[in-house]
Nanobody
Framework: QVQLVESGGGLVQTGGSLRLSCAPS????????MGWFRRTPGKEREFVAA????????QYADSVKGRFAISRDKVKNTMYLQMNSLKPEDTAVYYC?????????????????WGQGTQVTVSS
């Protein structure tokens, strides 16, 4: 069974950048569509970005469009989320997820595998 591990979170000032990484602890997810979600206390998990298993199609939430970029490196078996122009409202725990289908989805329930999450904090 695929288990996902996120890394790269941390504390950054408004306007700064971070890059999150997601890799499987065992196996490969080269045939899985992947996504990033985030959660803040008291709120539901929110869709951030997704990418098809081929990497050819990406999808973004309106709130991050133009600032965040999702990508994947099949050779390194790793997915990334480059986050630029960060805002305090981007503060959340970020989760990577995988689904064993080609297409992306904005719904958390469509994903089969989840990481434990990595904290991103943007100070004002």
């Amino acid at each position: 069974q695929v288990q996902l591990v996120e890394s790269g979170g941390g504390l950054v000032q408004t306007g700064g950048s971070l890059r999150l990484s997601c890799a499987p602890s065992g196996g490969t997810f080269s045939r899985y569509a992947m996504g990033w979600f985030r959660r803040t206390p008291g709120k539901e998990r929110e869709f951030v970005a997704a990418i098809t298993w081929s990497g050819g199609v990406t999808q973004y939430a309106d709130s991050v469009k133009g600032r965040f970029a999702i990508s994947r490196d099949k050779v390194k078996n790793t997915m990334y989320l480059q986050m630029n122009s960060l805002k305090p409202e981007d503060t959340a725990v970020y989760y990577c997820a995988a689904r064993n289908l080609f297409g992306t989805s904005t719904r958390a329930l469509d994903y089969n595998y989840w990481g434990q999450g990595t904290q991103v904090t943007v100070s004002s």
